[in-house]
């Protein structure tokens, strides 16, 4: 409490216990990724994840999704949750957009690519080059999935 002025004791309305309180995080953007959702923002993200609440504290949140579907279509699967419009401000179409990461049930995570990226991080030449390459030269979503051996869209 001495390190951190923004922490405050609050009493417990039922028990009279002193609990030490936070002030809420609110991000400016969140990027959640989800596994699909609709042209008005519905999306469906994993349950395990805390997707929904991020949606729900960002000043604006941009959903990347898998695949796009009519909004009736859009119903969350086993360990799914819904994500209503309304906390989404942006839908982004980006087939395997997860990667490196994996998307459940979509694919799995590159290691090796991951692996590559680490082995860069430790130099700034090095990162320099697979920023280069990876971030800032494709073209497109497209173009990155060409050059991390991915192929186009949907194959």
């Avoid at 923004?6 to 309180?21: A, C, F, I, Q, R």
């Avoid at 002030?23 to 959640?32: E, H």
């Avoid at 729900?56 to 994500?83: G, H, Q, S, W």
Wanted: aromatic share 8%; net charge neutral.
């Amino acid at each position: 409490m001495k390190i951190r002025p923004d922490l405050k004791t609050m009493k417990d309305p039922y028990s009279g216990h002193e609990y030490v309180v936070i002030p809420p995080i609110i991000p400016d953007v969140a990027i959640i990724h989800a596994t699909k959702g609709d042209r008005f923002g519905g999306v469906t993200t994993f349950s395990m994840r805390n997707d929904l609440l991020l949606a729900r504290a960002a000043k604006k949140t941009i959903a990347v999704i898998e695949e796009l579907l009519e909004p009736d279509e859009v119903l969350p699967a086993r360990n799914e949750v819904y994500i209503a419009p309304v906390h989404v401000d942006a839908v982004v179409l980006a087939p395997r957009g997860a990667h490196p990461t994996g998307c459940p049930g979509k694919y799995d995570v590159d290691g090796a690519h991951i692996k590559a990226y680490m082995a860069a991080a430790k130099d700034d030449k090095s990162f320099r080059q697979y920023l280069d390459t990876y971030i800032y030269g494709p073209k497109d979503h497209n173009d990155y999935l060409k050059k991390v051996g991915l192929g186009d869209y949907g194959k």
